[in-house]
C-alpha cells in the first residue's frame, strides 16, 4: 500500500479532535528509497552473520546486519515497518554534555539504517529534560533551578532535533519540565514556553508512523498547582479524554496498532523497575493521588486491544531486568491473569551517567512492522552495543506472544526496589478481614522486617505488611499506592481487623448521640484496623482519608515548601537579630505548625 502526503492528513484530520497534534509524512516506497541510495556504495547490510545472537549486547553494526536479515528472510520491509529511538529523563546539565554527545553517535548508525530500509524513524523523548538543580546556568540568579527554564528546553530541542538528519522528533513532558519557578508564575505561562520550545501545539501528541500505526503521548501540565508532591506525574483531563476519543476512533478491529509513550507508568503495568520512595511520596504511578483518574489509564488499556506497548521513563532504573518489560499475559504456573489488555509495558532508563539509580546508561529501541515488534536496548555505557530484550508476534489484531529474548542480567534487585506486590492466591493472602468480625492479620506476633502479609477490606481496600511498614495497594490491579504506617511506627505491634458497625446510620460524639443527619448510609460493614503494642498495650487505631482510602496524602508540592524554607528562613534572621545567637543556634530555637486536626474532636482545640 503506497499512501500521500494529503490522504494521511484528511484521514486523521476526520478521525480525531482538532486540538490533536498530526504530524504528517509521505514516505517513499521501499523500492524508491533502495534506488535513492547509490549502488556503488557497499550496503551495511550485504555481509550478515547467521550465528550473531542478537539477544547478547554486540557490536551495532554486527546487531543491525542481523536484524535486517531477519526481516528480509521474513519478507523484507513495506510501509509498516518503522524504528523508533526511546529516550528516558535526560536531566541535561550543560556543564556536563559528554554523555549526550556519545549518545547521540551511539544511535546515528541505527537511523541510517532504518532510513535506508524503510524510512519510518522518529526519536521520543519521554521528559525530565533538565537538571532539578543550578547548573551555573545563571548568573543574576545563583539557585535558580536549571529544569523548566527557556534555556533548558531551548537545550534540549536543540539536542533532540539533531539526533540524527532527517529524524522528527517528539516529546512530553516529565514531573521536572515546569520547574521553572523563578522564571515563570504560573505552570500556563511554563507550559507554553515548554510548548514553544518543542514546536507543540498541545502538551499531548501523535504521529503516524507507518501504515495504520500511531506513535501518542501525554504530558504532565500541572506542577505548582499539584495537590499533593510536585514530582506526581499529572496528566489532565482534557487529555484524558482526548486519548480515550483517539482510541475510540482506531480500534484494534481496523488493523491500528498503538504505542503510548508517558513519563511514568499507568497503574497496573506491572512494572516492578521502581523505587520505596516513589510508592511513599505518592509518585509513582500516572495520577497517583487521584483515585479515578489513576486507575483510568490501565482501564482504557483493558478495553482497547489497538494499544501495543507503553513506554515510560522516570525511576532511573536500568533495562537489564526482566521486571522492566510485562506481557498482557503471564504463564498460568506464575499466576493469575493480570488483565492487561494486548499491552507491552516497558521502562526506560537514562543517558547520563549522572542520573542513573544503578549504574546503567540505556535508551530503548522499537522496532516493527504488520507482524509484530521488537523492544530492545541501546547500552550508551557499552559503546552503543544493542541487545534484544523482547519478542512480540501478532497472532491477530487483538492478540499476541511476547518472548522474553534474555535471562534476567541483573542479580541485586533489592539495592534498587523492594515493593511487594501481591498477586491473587499467593501464599502471603491473609483470608478472613473482608468477612469476619474480628481477623488477627498477624496472629498477635509483633510485626519485624521479614513480615509479608496483604488482606482485603469489606469495603473492598487492600492493605499489606512488607518492610516493617504498612502499605495500601490499588484494589483492582493490586499495584502499591501509597505509605500507611512507618517501619519506627508499626515495628513490634500486632495488627488486627474488628468490626466497628454503626447502627441505623447513628454513630455517638462525646455521649450526645448526635445523628448523622444527612449522610446515606454505608453499605459495606464499617471496619477498625488497629495497631497494638504488645508490650505497653496501647492500640493506634489507623483512619482512613477523607476519600475513604488510607495512604498518607500529604506531601507537599515544592512551590509550598519553598515558601515554608522562606518562612523558617526569616524566623532564623529574626531570631539572630533579636538574641544575638549565630545560625546554627537560631535553627533549633525555631518549629513550625500546620493546621490539620490531630484528634477526632470538633474543634481546634
Known amino acids: 500500500m503506497k499512501f500521500s502526503s494529503s490522504k494521511i492528513q484528511l484521514s486523521l484530520a476526520i478521525l480525531l479532535p482538532a486540538t490533536t497534534i498530526v504530524v504528517s509524512f509521505a514516505p517513499p516506497s521501499i523500492q524508491q528509497r533502495r534506488q535513492q541510495h547509490s549502488r ?34 521474513e519478507g523484507g520491509f513495506d510501509d509498516s515497518s518503522f524504528l523508533v529511538g526511546i529516550l528516558g529523563d535526560l536531566h541535561i546539565d550543560p556543564r556536563k554534555m559528554e554523555d549526550y554527545e556519545d549518545g547521540k553517535n551511539d544511535w546515528k548508525p541505527i537511523f541510517e539504517a532504518a532510513k535506508e530500509a524503510h524510512g519510518n524513524t522518529c526519536v521520543v523523548s519521554l521528559g525530565d529534560l533538565g537538571e532539578s538543580k543550578n547548573c551555573d546556568h545563571n548568573e543574576v540568579n545563583p539557585s535558580e533551578l536549571f529544569a523548566g527554564t527557556t534555556l533548558c528546553h531551548e537545550m534540549a530541542a536543540d539536542f533532540l532535533g539533531n539526533m540524527a538528519p532527517g529524524v522528527p522528533y517528539e516529546v512530553i513532558g516529565g514531573n521536572h519540565d515546569l520547574e521553572g519557578i523563578d522564571e515563570f508564575a504560573t505552570d500556563e505561562e511554563n507550559l507554553e514556553v515548554f510548548m514553544k520550545a518543542h514546536g507543540k501545539p498541545t502538551p499531548q501528541f501523535c504521529r503516524q508512523v507507518a501504515d495504520k500505526t500511531l506513535l501518542v503521548g501525554m504530558g504532565s501540565t500541572i506542577f505548582r498547582d499539584a495537590p499533593f508532591t510536585s514530582h506526581e506525574v499529572i496528566v489532565d483531563q482534557a487529555q484524558i479524554d482526548w486519548f480515550e476519543d483517539l482510541l475510540e476512533k482506531h480500534p484494534a478491529d481496523d488493523d491500528w496498532k498503538i504505542f503510548v509513550f508517558t513519563h511514568a507508568p499507568p497503574n497496573g503495568s506491572g512494572l516492578r523497575i521502581i523505587q520505596e520512595n516513589h510508592v511513599v511520596n505518592g509518585c509513582c504511578w500516572l495520577n497517583h493521588s487521584n483515585e479515578g483518574q489513576c486507575r483510568k489509564f490501565i482501564e482504557l488499556v483493558r478495553e482497547h486491544r489497538s494499544i501495543k506497548a ?44 549522572g542520573t542513573s539509580r544503578d549504574g546503567r546508561q540505556q535508551s530503548r529501541l522499537l522496532r516493527g512492522n504488520k507482524n509484530g515488534f521488537e523492544i530492545c536496548t541501546l547500552d550508551h555505557k557499552d559503546g552503543g552495543k544493542i541487545r534484544l530484550d523482547a519478542t512480540i508476534t501478532y497472532r491477530d489484531n487483538s492478540h499476541e506472544v511476547g518472548i522474553y529474548m534474555h535471562d534476567d542480567k541483573a ?36 510485626v519485624d522486617m521479614d513480615t509479608k502479609a496483604w488482606w482485603r477490606l469489606s469495603n473492598n481496600r487492600v492493605l499489606g505488611v512488607l518492610n516493617g511498614m504498612l502499605l ?20 513490634g505491634k500486632s495488627i488486627t481487623v474488628v468490626d466497628s458497625g454503626i447502627e441505623e446510620c447513628i454513630i455517638d460524639f462525646d455521649d450526645e448521640n448526635e445523628g448523622m443527619e444527612g ?21 493506634t487505631i489507623v483512619q482512613p482519608n477523607e476519600d475513604g482510602s488510607y495512604w498518607r496524602k500529604i506531601v507537599r508540592n515544592k512551590i509550598a515548601r519553598m515558601k515554608e524554607k522562606r518562612r523558617e528562613q526569616a524566623a532564623i534572621q529574626y531570631i539572630q537579630e533579636r538574641t544575638g545567637l549565630d545560625e546554627k543556634e537560631a535553627k533549633k530555637s525555631i518549629q513550625s505548625t500546620w493546621g490539620p486536626y490531630t484528634t477526632t474532636s470538633g474543634n481546634a482545640l
Not at 550496503?43 to 536479515?69: G, I, M, Y
Not at 523492594?418 to 506476633?445: F, H, M, N, R, W
Not at 448510609?521 to 484496623?529: D, T
Request: aromatic share 10%; proline share 5%; glycine share 4%.
Open 519 to 539: 449522610a446515606e448510609c454505608i453499605k459495606e460493614r464499617e471496619q477498625a484496623i488497629l495497631v497494638h503494642d504488645l508490650e505497653s498495650n496501647r492500640v
Open 40 to 73: 556503488a556504495s557497499t550496503p551495511l547490510f550485504d555481509k550478515s552473520d547467521d550465528t550473531t545472537d542478537r539477544s547478547q549486547l554486540v557490536d551495532a553494526n554486527q546487531w543491525l546486519e542481523a536484524a535486517v536479515k531477519s526481516t528480509l528472510d
Open 411 to 446: 542479580y541485586e534487585h533489592d539495592n534498587y526496589f523492594k515493593v511487594y506486590q501481591p498477586t491473587e492466591g499467593d501464599l502471603q493472602y491473609v483470608c478472613g478481614a473482608e468477612t469476619d468480625e474480628l481477623c488477627s492479620i498477624t496472629d498477635d506476633d509483633p
Open 472 to 491: 495500601e495497594y490499588d484494589q483492582s490491579t493490586l499495584a502499591p499506592l501509597g505509605l500507611v504506617l512507618t517501619a519506627e511506627e508499626l515495628l
Open 310 to 353: 507503553w513506554f515510560s521513563g522516570h525511576f532511573h532504573l536500568g533495562q537489564d531486568y526482566q521486571d522492566s518489560i510485562t506481557f498482557p499475559t503471564i504463564p498460568k504456573e506464575e499466576g493469575p491473569y493480570p488483565n492487561r489488555g494486548s499491552c507491552v509495558f516497558a521502562q526506560t532508563s537514562v543517558m547520563r551517567s
